[in-house]
Antibody, heavy 122, light 107 residues
Framework: QVQLQESGPGLVKPSETLSLTCTVS??????????WSWIRQPPGKGLEWIGY???????NYNPSLKSRVTISVDTSKNQFSLKLSSVTAADTAVYYC??????????????WGQGTLVTVSS | DIQMTQSPSSLSASVGDRVTITCRAS??????LNWYQQKPGKAPKLLIY???SLQSGVPSRFSGSGSGTDFTLTISSLQPEDFATYYC?????????FGQGTRLEIK
């Protein structure tokens, strides 16, 4: 079955750019049936959707983060990536990648990666 | 934006109890509502999609209902492995929002 795995630095300095990659195995990011999302969860808090990308490269971002977020896809490596610029301590969170399945508005996130904690600190 | 509000925020219950968690949307979302279970240190797991469809492999003691703005997740007979935090999520429109979570604890 499809599995997702996040990777990237666990510590980022304030004002710098957070960069994470999600590697997909057991399936293809080039499948036209899915969107590929990033979701984050600050320690002890709830879940926040960051945005998604389609294999064609089209994206949709949460307006609350849109000015700082870039999501890209590399079909040759079966990966998609997240960049979040100008980070502050408020961006400290566990970052999850997830596959969005469904059609039209009937969509859901499944499966999820295991998550990776990114701490913003000098 | 469509905000989601869950109640209660926390709940204490015993093994074998029937438990209901409520999720309310700030405007109608038809049946575009999903439920997830999250255990400490783990990623969320999909339980219910499209308000009432049980994800493959999820025990039948879990069920979902509702449409419009009001939705419920019911666990018919709590098992020890069900103690976790539960989140609802609307997929009607982006940005997608999750509820704040309901922490289900052992009484």
């Amino acid at each position: 079955q499809v599995q997702l795995q996040e990777s990237g630095p666990g510590l980022v300095k304030p004002s710098e750019t957070l960069s994470l990659t999600c590697t997909v195995s057991g399936g293809s990011v080039s499948s036209g049936s899915y969107y590929w999302s990033w979701i984050r969860q600050p320690p002890g808090k709830g879940l926040e959707w960051i945005g998604y990308i389609y294999y064609s490269g089209s994206t949709n971002y949460n307006p609350s983060l849109k000015s700082r977020v870039t999501i890209s896809v590399d079909t040759s490596k079966n990966q998609f990536s997240l960049k979040l610029s100008s980070v502050t301590a408020a961006d400290t969170a566990v970052y999850y990648c997830a596959r969005e399945e469904g059609s039209s508005s009937e969509n859901w996130f499944d499966p999820w990666g295991q998550g990776t904690l990114v701490t913003v600190s000098s | 934006d469509i905000q989601m509000t869950q109640s209660p925020s926390s709940l204490s219950a015993s093994v074998g109890d029937r438990v209901t968690i409520t999720c309310r949307a700030s405007q109608s979302i038809s049946s575009y509502l999903n439920w997830y279970q999250q255990k400490p240190g783990k990623a969320p797991k999909l339980l219910i999609y499209a308000a009432s469809s049980l994800q493959s492999g999820v025990p039948s003691r879990f069920s979902g209902s509702g449409s419009g703005t009001d939705f419920t997740l019911t666990i018919s007979s709590l098992q020890p492995e069900d103690f976790a935090t539960y989140y609802c999520q609307q997929s009607y429109s982006t940005p997608y929002f999750f509820g704040q979570g309901t922490r289900l604890e052992i009484k």
